[in-house]
């Protein structure tokens, strides 16, 4: 019998807002851009720094490659992930992240990924 995830909603004690970024953001890998949109979505939960969800198809999806990691929010649901793959480079494993059927408190993420800070640049301009 397989075990049933804990499932949590967004509160008072750990808040999760999801709302439009008022400007640009870019990212890249290098000096090679991965992604730049004007429709990037700011995930705020609790404590920790904002996270930036820009629309996949804004994303060049050439340098992405399929992860076979995945982990577990109890807040978003399941993660994907991609590497990015620049050609002459090494990859960056696992580097991008997405929620294929997230939850209903962060539906509007649903198509869009976002990137570890600490492996690729991310420039949020306001």
Known sequence: MAQRRRRLE?????????????GPV?????????????????????????VFYVPID???????RDATHHT??????????????VPGSDSL????WYYPDPYPAVAAIRDHVAFYP???TVVAES
């Open 58 to 64: 804004d994303v060049d999806r050439d340098l992405l």
């Open 26 to 50: 870019t990212v890249r890998a290098g000096s090679v851009q991965v992604a730049t949109t004007d429709r990037a979505l700011e995930l705020r939960e609790a404590s920790y720094p904002p």
């Open 118 to 120: 600490d492996r690729v």
């Open 72 to 85: 577990y929010c109890p807040y978003k649901g399941d993660a994907s992930y991609y590497d990015i793959v």
């Open 93 to 96: 494993d696992g580097a991008v």
């Open 10 to 22: 967004p509160g008072p004690d750990h808040p999760i807002t999801v709302g439009p970024h008022a």
